[in-house]
């Protein structure tokens, strides 16, 4: 006959052995960028995505919202920044940073955050 403890331990071990692997949850859908909605409601609806982390810059007219897994980030301007009242998404994808977005207010300086944006990416290496 065998110690108790041997055969819990053994029961355990099998046990451990057998219990499915855990699945990561599934990454929540992407936020849909609706420029038709409107600069408040959607720069609302990015502030209280589930998901987002809101990042500050320190003297910069934006406000930045990234996803734990960096796949994306949106910026919000706010008035004195280039183009606002705007938008932008920046997805990462293989080939590199791709950014759309919703220019609400002066074109050119919406090309002009653009830029910049772009410009963060490469010192990053991004």
Same mark, same amino acid.
């Not at 046990?15 to 420029?35: F, H, M, Q």
């Not at 994306?72 to 920044?81: A, D, H, I, L, W």
């Not at 220019?103 to 919406?110: A, I, L, Q």
């Given at each position: 006959?065998? #110690?108790?403890?041997?055969? &819990?331990? !053994?029961?355990? &071990?099998? $046990?451990?052995? /057998?219990? #499915?692997? #855990?699945?990561?949850?599934?990454?929540?859908?992407? +936020?849909? +960028? *609706? /420029?038709? =909605?409107?600069? *408040?409601?959607?720069?609302?609806?990015? @502030? @209280?995505?589930?998901?987002?982390?809101?990042?500050?810059?320190?003297?910069?007219?934006?406000?930045?919202?990234?996803? @734990? *897994?960096?796949?994306?980030?949106?910026?919000? $301007?706010?008035?004195? !920044?280039?183009?606002?009242?705007?938008?932008?998404? =920046? $997805?990462? $994808?293989?080939? %590199?940073?791709?950014?759309?977005? /919703? #220019?609400? %207010? *002066?074109?050119?300086?919406?090309?002009? +955050?653009?830029?910049?944006?772009?410009? +963060? @990416?490469?010192?990053?290496? =991004?």
């Amino acid at each position: 006959m065998r #110690p108790a403890g041997l055969v &819990l331990g !053994g029961a355990l &071990l099998l $046990t451990s052995a /057998c219990a #499915p692997e #855990p699945v990561e949850a599934p990454a929540p859908a992407a +936020l849909v +960028l *609706d /420029c038709a =909605q409107g600069f *408040d409601v959607l720069s609302a609806k990015i @502030a @209280a995505e589930p998901g987002l982390t809101r990042a500050t810059a320190p003297g910069e007219p934006y406000r930045y919202y990234n996803a @734990a *897994d960096g796949h994306v980030s949106y910026v919000v $301007t706010e008035p004195g !920044g280039a183009g606002h009242p705007a938008i932008v998404r =920046q $997805t990462a $994808t293989p080939a %590199g940073m791709v950014e759309d977005g /919703c #220019p609400y %207010g *002066d074109k050119s300086g919406y090309d002009e +955050l653009v830029a910049y944006l772009r410009s +963060l @990416a490469k010192v990053r290496g =991004q």
